[in-house]
């Protein structure tokens, strides 16, 4: 069911219970004004014949009383009065026809009683007549108003249905010309295909909640497009940075297959093929960290100590260090906890470790420093190679962004992929050059509470 149908649906219902309600209460009071009227002025004639009654004994005095009573035409066009003691009729003038309510004289309490074919309305009256009980029916025909009470209760009944449609075909006519801009909002929808993020859905000069909702789905439309933009780029820088060291690969494995060679050259091929490979997987690797993080909403999360996995990136690049002969210090305080994904952050430090001994000289310096201040873990890299060129220092986040050219060898993924891992840790990290040359970039971390 349509959401046209239910609002129209809900609008006949809120409108019939109105109606039925209104019609209900006008019945009411017109009945109540009608009936009023004529049985107040009923029982006060009743009551103004019975107390001249009472005075009299039964004879012509009294016939003349009541005879004149009955031939009174301004409350009906027909009237009959009747006055009974225990079981005799006193006087009985008027029509006869009018079918008396069934009232015996002893159970006879004053009040209004309708007749027994309903055409008349009796006023009944018990009072003393020759010491005894006695008891003045005093009669009109009330055939009009029952007419007009009924022919207003057909009116209402035929006019409810016919004001009721009325309504509910306004209310669906209403209904559709509302919800019309959300079918034309999704038949712009519909026409935007995934290949082509850049349409949008287009508003007016009115500030409607439709105007609002349309904004708002632009907006939604903006940040997939970017989203789905990055992506394609990131797939498409993928596999052009891929490319290049393949090609080398396989033009090396090429010419080397090209003929026959001394056992000599075949180990210097591998080798340069190996250490292509090497590097291949390890931008594989990256790449599929950098798309875990894009997906993953949820990291692996524990308490780690900081100062212990500083110390140990520096024993794991020991090796490296030594070959480089470079002077590798770490300076971290004990016990400050950070909460998160160990295998991630290690990667973060190791990161930044393997880009100082890459770019810095032989017998150069390196610094890893880790202070702590009340709610942040502050860990400083510094060393003192040749910097980063100013014009590339906003860059160096960036996806395969290599500073100053290919010639080095590196993806240049680590510091995006460390700028993401931070990101998801709710952390963050700067670079900077040193004034007394080299670089230093600074990671900072929430201690875990
Ligand atoms: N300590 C540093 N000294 C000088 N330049 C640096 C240093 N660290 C990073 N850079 C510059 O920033 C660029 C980006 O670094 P990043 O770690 O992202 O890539 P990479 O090291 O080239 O490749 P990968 O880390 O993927 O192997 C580097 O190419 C380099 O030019
Ligand atoms: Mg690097």
């Avoid at 394609?232 to 940075?241: K, L, N, P, T």
């Avoid at 590196?410 to 900077?432: D, M, V």
């Amino acid at each position: 069911m349509t959401i046209r149908l239910w609002l129209t649906f809900y609008w006949a219902a809120i409108i019939a219970a109105i109606l039925t309600v209104a019609g209900f209460s006008i019945l009411l009071l017109f009945e109540r004004q009608q009936w009023g009227a004529l049985d107040s002025a009923l029982m006060e004639e009743a009551d103004t014949a019975s107390a001249t009654l009472s005075r009299l004994s039964s004879g012509p005095a009294v016939d003349a009383i009541v005879r004149r009573l009955s031939q009174e035409r301004d409350l009906g066009p027909r009237r009959r009065v009747r006055i009974v003691t225990g079981g005799q009729v006193i006087a009985d003038f008027g029509d006869p026809n009018s079918q008396l309510p069934r009232v015996s004289v002893d159970q006879a309490v004053a009040g209004i009683r309708d007749g027994r074919s309903g055409a008349f309305r009796f006023a009944i009256l018990p009072f003393r007549f020759e010491g005894a009980r006695a008891m003045l029916e005093d009669g009109v025909d009330v055939s009009a108003i029952r007419q007009s009470i009924a022919r207003l209760r057909t009116s209402v009944l035929l006019l409810l249905p016919l004001i009721l449609l009325g309504a509910a075909s306004g209310g669906y006519f209403i209904a559709g010309h509302a919800l019309f801009p959300i079918t034309a909002l999704a038949d712009d929808l519909a026409r935007i295909e995934p290949r082509d993020l850049r349409r949008r859905v287009s508003y007016g000069d009115i500030n409607d909640e439709v105007a609002r909702l349309r904004r708002a789905i632009n907006a939604l439309l903006d940040r997939v497009e970017r989203a789905t933009n990055a992506e394609r780029r990131f797939a498409a820088d993928a596999a052009h940075e891929l490319r290049t060291p393949l090609t080398v690969l396989r033009s090396g494995l090429e010419v080397t297959l090209a003929r026959k060679r001394a056992s000599a050259e075949y180990v210097e091929a591998l080798c340069a093929a190996s250490s292509t490979v090497i590097a291949l997987c390890e931008m594989a690797d990256q790449l599929l960290t950098l798309a875990r993080l894009d997906q993953e909403t949820s990291l692996s999360r524990e308490h780690i100590d900081l100062g212990a996995l500083l110390r140990e990136v520096a024993d794991a690049v020991e090796p490296l260090v030594q070959s480089k002969a470079l002077a590798l210090t770490v300076k971290a305080q004990d016990k400050v906890i950070v909460y998160g994904d160990p295998i991630l952050l290690k990667r973060v430090v190791i990161n930044l470790v393997d880009n100082a001994i890459k770019f810095t000289a032989k017998h150069d310096r390196i610094e890893v420093e880790m202070t702590a201040e009340a709610q942040l873990a502050i860990v400083r890299v510094a060393d003192s190679g040749p910097g980063i060129p100013p014009r590339d220092l906003p860059f160096i986040f960036d996806r395969f962004f290599r500073a100053g050219g290919h010639e080095r060898p590196g993806g240049g993924l680590g510091l995006s992929l460390c700028r993401e891992i931070l990101q998801a840790h709710r952390g963050e990290i700067t670079a900077a050059n040193c004034a007394a040359g080299g670089c230093e970039f600074v990671v900072t971390l929430p201690r875990a509470s």
